[in-house]
Nanobody, 115 residues
């Protein structure tokens, strides 16, 4: 099993930056990909960014050019620049591991962008 712990959320003004970090523990050797999702009040959880073990990345259109995902050993970070009020959400770290693609989730970290 994989356990995930996020950190780095908070309150920031529009145009500002935040960096989220997610540390994985447990069966980290089995992780195939990691990513960040977010869920705003009243909305469905959506993919923000995703990175494979080989470093291939994928971003939601809404964050392209503003957010950057990176990974190192057992962590995955999300650098968020030029933040907008619509980026306000709870951000969740996700890991996909093993042959069957088992998903693990962190507890979530709140990001609030004020206008």
């Amino acid at each position: 099993q994989v356990q995930l712990v996020e950190s780095g959320g908070g309150l920031v003004q529009a145009g500002g930056s935040l960096r989220l970090s997610c540390a994985a523990s447990g069966s980290i050797f089995s992780i195939n990909a990691m990513g960040w999702y977010r869920q705003a009040p009243g909305k469905q959880r959506e993919l923000v960014a995703h990175i494979t073990r080989g470093g291939v990345t994928n971003y939601a259109d809404s964050v392209k050019g503003r957010f950057t995902i990176s990974n190192a050993k057992n962590t995955v970070d999300l650098q968020m620049n030029s933040l907008k009020p619509e980026d306000t959400a709870v951000y969740y770290c996700n890991a996909v591991s093993g042959l069957v693609g088992r998903e693990s989730w962190g507890q979530g970290t709140q990001v609030t962008v004020s206008s």
